[in-house]
């Protein structure tokens, strides 16, 4: 049985930070990309970050253009766990943070991912 647990959300003023942490268990994940998404009420699931193994046992990260710069995403192929270090966080970044796992290297795409962790709330307050 694979688990995905997050941890890590909370409330923050605006300009604030948070670090989240993701740890999968079950098998091991070390060639797997692993990635954070975000849902925010009324919109769709939207990619955040993530990283891949390239094959030269280093992990490579890819972001989106709307976190580039404040959130930074770290892997620990060893431990099946990935942290995302946001800064400088804003009111539009209040969402529901997942954190999942896919075979696919380097998908953005949500379909790709096959396992998921239950989500953990982000709420930036202005």
């Known amino acids: 049985q694979v688990d995905v647990v997050e941890s890590g959300g909370g409330v923050v003023q605006a300009g604030g930070s948070l670090r989240l942490s993701c740890v999968a268990s079950g098998r091991t994940f070390a060639t797997w990309t692993m990635g954070w998404f975000r849902q925010a009420p009324g919109k769709e699931r939207e990619f955040v970050a993530s990283?891949?193994?390239?094959?030269?046992?280093?992990?490579?990260?890819d972001y989106a253009e709307s976190i580039t710069g404040r959130f930074t995403i770290s892997r620990n192929g060893a431990k099946n766990s990935v942290d995302l270090q946001m800064n400088d966080l804003k009111s539009e970044d209040t969402a529901v943070y997942s954190c999942?796992?896919?075979?696919?290297?380097?998908?953005?795409?949500?379909?790709?991912?096959?396992?998921w962790g239950q989500g953990t709330q982000v709420t930036v307050s202005s």
């Open positions: 999942a796992l896919s075979s696919s290297a380097g998908s953005r795409n949500s379909n790709d991912y096959t396992f």
């Open positions: 990283t891949r193994w390239n094959g030269r046992n280093i992990y490579s990260a």
